[in-house]
């Protein structure tokens, strides 16, 4: 009886540690803030371009990479709470410094939760649903070819933490680089099947037009046909 219940316990324990560990905004994260002028050009997450009355924030790398995912909160709208208010801000760039928590805001954002004199502030924060409309769409970056392509989500509801492709029946997970895109080799010029899952755990499909057989010497944005469901 004793090992059919420690059997029984080990079994529930690798169940849950194979369900996804968050569900968008319902964990509140703990940490402090900053604030910079920067960001606008040049992020991390090559999320350009940023429009100049966006609020938008960096993150630290231990939130940046969560799940161990490089880049799992690129693109991300997070609400933060501060000492004065709370207020949305988008994550496009990389706090290398900061620790657990930490958030690099644009001034505006600043101004909104805290006092500018203080230059740091204690916050909380938790991911949100983005304030978008419309179905996702991706950029494929510069240099991408039928042998070696980087196709970064943009316009997503929640993080999108992987992509896949379908390639003679079967489903080829693309590396999801430092820098917000998901990378792989051969995927060919014919149009071609990919399916993404979000931090939530919902996956959707989509068809992605062909790739150019040589590198395109300029990044370009392709629609696509989907968008991921609210969180439940």
Known sequence: M???ISSIIAMILLICVSLPVLAAGTETNYGYATYTGSGYSGGAALLDPIPSNMEITALNPTDYNRFGVKAALAGAYLEVKGPKGRTIVYVNDLYPEATKGGLDLCPTSFAKIGDMSAGKINVNWRIVKAPISG???YRIKEGSSQYWAAIQVRNHKYPVLKMEYLKDGQWINMEKTEWNHFIST???????????????????????????????????????????????
């Open 135 to 137: 179905n996702v769409s």
């Open 2 to 4: 004793k090992f059919c």
């Open 186 to 232: 051969n995927m060919g010029t014919r149009p071609v099947k990919i399916r993404m899952t979000d931090i939530n755990g919902n996956t959707i499909t989509d068809t992605l037009s062909g790739l150019l057989q040589s590198g395109t010497s300029n990044a370009y944005i392709v629609p696509g046909n989907v968008q991921f469901p609210d969180a439940n």
